[in-house]
């Protein structure tokens, strides 16, 4: 079993920034956490920024240049520096596998940030 413990949220103003951080633990092997996702109130889960299938970084149009992705593979860590801020931001953000099309591992209780106008 895998558990992820996202941290870093907060409440910020338009235009602040955020930084958050992942770390995962578990008794198996080769644990693989390479991605951020997040659910703004109301709809579903979405990618934020995560690893693909071929190893290549995959970053959701709406965070482009604004939102950089780094991972600690050793530590089993990542993280997601956040700049530029905007209300639309504002959601529950997670961390969990990259886009590899594997079973993700059990979903952690989330980061809430909150981005005021």
């Known amino acids: 079993q895998v558990q992820l413990v996202e941290s870093g949220g907060g409440l910020v103003q338009a235009g602040g920034s955020l930084k958050l951080s992942c770390t995962a633990s578990?008794?198996?092997?080769?644990?693989?956490?390479a991605g951020w996702y997040r659910r703004i109130p109301g709809k579903q889960r979405e990618v934020v920024a995560a690893?693909?299938?071929?190893?290549?970084?995959y970053y959701a149009e709406s965070v482009k240049g604004r939102f950089t992705f780094s991972r600690d593979s050793a530590k089993n860590t990542v993280t997601l520096q956040m700049n530029s801020l905007k209300p639309e931001d504002t959601a529950v953000y997670y961390c969990?596998?990259?886009?590899?099309?594997?079973?993700?591992?059990?979903w952690g209780q989330g980061t809430q940030v909150t981005v005021s106008p």
């Open positions: 578990g008794s198996i092997s080769n644990i693989n956490v």
């Open positions: 690893v693909g299938r071929t190893g290549s970084l």
């Open positions: 969990n596998k990259g886009l590899d099309g594997t079973t993700w591992y059990p």
